[in-house]
T-cell receptor, first 113, second 115 residues
Framework: DAKTTQPTSMDCAEGRAANLPCNHS???????VYWYRQIHSQGPQYIIHGLKNNETNEMASLIITEDRKSSTLILPHATLRDTAVYYC??????????????FGPGTSLSVIP | GAVVSQHPSRVICKSGTSVKIECRSLDFQATTMFWYRQFPKKSLMLMAT?????????EQGVEKDKFLINHASLTLSTLTVTSAHPEDSSFYICSARGQGRTEAFFGQGTRLTVV
């Protein structure tokens, strides 16, 4: 299983871009990088995912390095409502073909007024 | 994004009783559903994975007779915590993924308190 490493916590000023890094140096060629976030006492929310190209949607941008060993989630203009734990996940494929979503500890992002 | 509804959002039960939690995909057919539990200030821990019409696959250390999972249709999965004890108190979260999709969508979670 490819594992991910994220900083435990980060602060970001409101209105600024929040850049959340993730290392996944053992990622396999057919594994995707996913990002989810969890606001306190709620279920996780899907943000974005990618394979090797950079991706953008209405929530965020995902930048994946050319060697795919790391990625960065960018929230372009952080608001107080973006305060949450952000999880970087690499899709795990088992021999049974059940694709699991396994969570690491994530990064606790605090957006500061 | 797709909508996954989990019910109830909060439940308190007496020790020794059983509690059923429902997870529904509202606008897509969920071929695979996942159940997680989360303790305070901890990450989500996968309990089991189920495909519609098949028996659930449980993670190591999770008692299948304690946590009964039924995925009887493409829009509904249930988790029953049998003979609940205070140590079963936790935040339970379901997730669903549609056929051909790679992303999973999550319910809002159920806070179970066993007294």
């Amino acid at each position: 299983d490819a594992k991910t490493t994220q900083p435990t916590s980060m602060d970001c000023a409101e209105g600024r871009a929040a850049n959340l890094p993730c290392n996944h140096s053992t990622i396999s060629g057919n594994e995707y990088v996913y990002w989810y976030r969890q606001i306190h006492s709620q279920g996780p929310q899907y943000i974005i995912h990618g394979l090797k190209n950079n991706e953008t949607n209405e929530m965020a941008s995902l930048i994946i390095t050319e060697d795919r060993k790391s990625s960065t989630l960018i929230l372009p203009h952080a608001t107080l409502r973006d305060t949450a734990v952000y999880y970087c996940i690499v899709r795990v494929k088992e021999k049974t073909s059940y694709d699991k979503v396994i969570f690491g500890p994530g990064t606790s992002l605090s957006v500061i007024p | 994004g797709a909508v996954v509804s989990q019910h109830p959002s909060r439940v308190i039960c007496k020790s020794g009783t059983s509690v059923k939690i429902e997870c529904r995909s509202l606008d897509f057919q969920a071929t695979t559903m996942f159940w997680y539990r989360q303790f305070p200030k901890k990450s989500l821990m996968l309990m089991a994975t189920s495909n519609e019409g098949s028996k659930a696959t449980y993670e190591q250390g999770v008692e299948k007779d304690k946590f009964l999972i039924n995925h009887a249709s493409l829009t509904l999965s249930t988790l029953t915590v049998t003979s609940a004890h205070p140590e079963d108190s936790s935040f339970y979260i379901c997730s669903a993924r549609g056929q051909g999709r790679t992303e999973a969508f999550f319910g809002q979670g159920t806070r179970l308190t066993v007294v």
